[in-house]
């Protein structure tokens, strides 16, 4: 059976150290919570701040809060690594394969692209925007505050450009379509290009205006063309993994650093394909 142990401990006593204060409350061996602890799974809460917490010996004040979320399976998990295809030093841009999380949870972030990246390069990571965990493709890590405010905001202000393939079910009506349904209430945009078709699927690129939630799995279900694989607004399977055949290839952006325009795209080989 799974051990899952989810605990708040009060600290009582000054200049405790993290590691003996899990130790002395939960039934687990430092080597296993100093493992729990460096996949992202204790949180220190002192005063109003609420962070992870990976330094085992850190000293703790009387007052401060501990929460651990432990759960062997998820700690036990693996995932394959992303691969650097841009290095500016103050940002970069990774190949994130399907499967891989953006961010981490409560329970961890071992399995995290915004985690993995950390440990690779050495350097702070920001996320500036997201991935579903099935999706693969490129994405854009911070590594300064400042980079990261720049780049969120000019995805924010819709000048990044995001080109995305999708294998769906069906065709489309006509090569170009543009599907314009609020998401949320809110503006969506959807660019769709037919690129290769067979008698069931389609391989479609899509460029998107606009950077709603699962917009490019709602708008394409929503027009009857849901993408294969897709367990929430498709028909796959929910019993088996998912498989999802959507992968964001190519970013345009102007550099926030040197002022150049980037145009950045995924190799042939890694694109998917009909």
């Not at 005063?47 to 036990?76: Q, W």
């Not at 090569?175 to 699927?201: G, M, Q, Y």
């Amino acid at each position: 059976m799974t051990q899952i142990i989810e605990k708040r401990i009060i600290i009582e006593q000054k200049y405790q150290l993290v590691i003996d204060a899990i130790s002395s409350r939960v039934p687990l061996s430092k080597q296993v919570i100093k493992s729990a602890m460096d996949k992202g799974c204790v949180w220190l809460k002192r005063g109003k701040k609420t962070n992870r917490i990976r330094r085992v010996k850190k000293p703790l004040n009387v007052g401060d809060e501990i929460f651990i979320y432990f759960n062997e399976k998820i700690l036990s998990s693996v995932t394959m690594l992303p691969e650097l295809l841009l290095d500016k030093k103050d940002y970069s841009v990774w190949f994130k394969p399907a499967g891989v999380f953006s961010q981490g949870s409560k329970w961890g972030d071992h399995c995290a692209l915004a985690r993995l990246v950390e440990k690779l390069l050495n350097r702070p990571t920001f996320l500036v925007h997201r991935l579903d965990r099935a999706t693969s493709g490129l994405m854009l890590i911070a590594h300064t505050k400042n980079t990261a405010r720049d780049l969120s905001k000019m995805f924010a202000d819709r000048d990044i450009e995001k080109t995305y393939l999708a294998i769906v079910e069906g065709r489309i009506p006509k090569k170009n379509i543009t599907i314009e349904e609020p998401i949320d209430n809110k503006t969506a945009i959807s660019h769709v290009t037919l690129l290769e078709s067979n008698k069931s699927k389609s391989l479609l690129k899509i460029k998107i205006e606009t950077g709603r939630k699962h917009q490019i799995r709602k708008h394409l279900s929503g027009f009857g063309l849901p993408i294969i694989g897709d367990r929430l607004y498709g028909n796959a399977d929910k019993k088996f993994p998912e498989d999802l055949q959507l992968q964001a290839i190519q970013l345009k952006f102007n550099c926030p650093i040197d002022k150049h325009i980037v145009k950045i795209e995924l190799s042939q080989d890694k694109k998917i394909n009909l």
